[in-house]
């Protein structure tokens, strides 16, 4: 596991590095990756880590910037030279790197429910897939909030409220499609990728 971390961490830096060289604008796609990296450093020191304190906190702060990880989904939306990427070099470079910081985002956020599905020895797949069904529900208001409210992860330490306010903003009809969409889409993909 040291040596996948070790990899994972060194792919941050490579599609950071291609970023930074090619796209002059756009969504900040470094640092919505290092947000996801984050989740995943916070899931492996559950895993690895012996003291049940230090592993509270890690499990809680994991689940504070979980919803990073499929936030990265919603960085499509800025993929509007994805139509030349078959014709035209640096469309083809953009988009590589698009989706590979996606995939980055979305692949950590898998890779940390697992650890934390071993760190706390969650085994019985029922009670693995009601997790999932309601992390993904719970991570889909936050991407919403994220996304809309332009709200991080840390302003629920340090602006409790506003989170609070704009939670209760989400809740609305013209939320639901995003709010189920994201749903659907991070429980197919932690079903998919699970490891009973």
């Known amino acids: 596991m040291k040596l996948k971390m070790s990899l ?11 970023i930074f060289r090619y796209m002059t604008s756009g969504p900040n796609l470094i640092w919505n ?21 230090l592993k509270i906190v890690s499990v809680l702060l994991w689940l504070l910037f979980y919803p990073n990880t499929f936030y990265m989904l919603t960085d499509i939306i800025h993929m509007s030279f994805a139509d030349q990427a078959l014709w035209d070099r640096l469309s083809m470079i953009m988009f590589m790197l698009y989706v590979s910081s996606i995939l980055f985002g979305v692949l ?43 709200l991080n992860s840390w302003d ?35 079903i998919f990728l699970d490891r009973e």
């Open 8 to 18: 994972i961490h060194l792919f941050w830096v490579v599609i950071s590095a291609g």
């Open 33 to 53: 990756m290092f947000l996801a990296l984050v989740a995943l450093d916070f899931a492996y020191l559950a895993y690895r880590t012996k003291n049940t304190f």
């Open 156 to 190: 629920a330490l340090m602006n409790p409220m506003t989170v609070v306010d704009s939670m209760v903003e989400v809740v609305s009809w013209s939320a639901l499609p995003f709010i189920a969409g994201f749903t659907f889409l991070q429980m197919m993909t932690l």
């Open 108 to 150: 950590s956020g898998v890779l940390s429910l697992q650890l934390i599905f071993n760190s706390l020895g969650v085994k019985n797949i029922y009670l693995r897939y009601l997790v999932i069904t309601n992390l993904s529900f719970l991570s889909s208001f936050a991407i919403h909030i994220g996304r809309y409210a332009r």
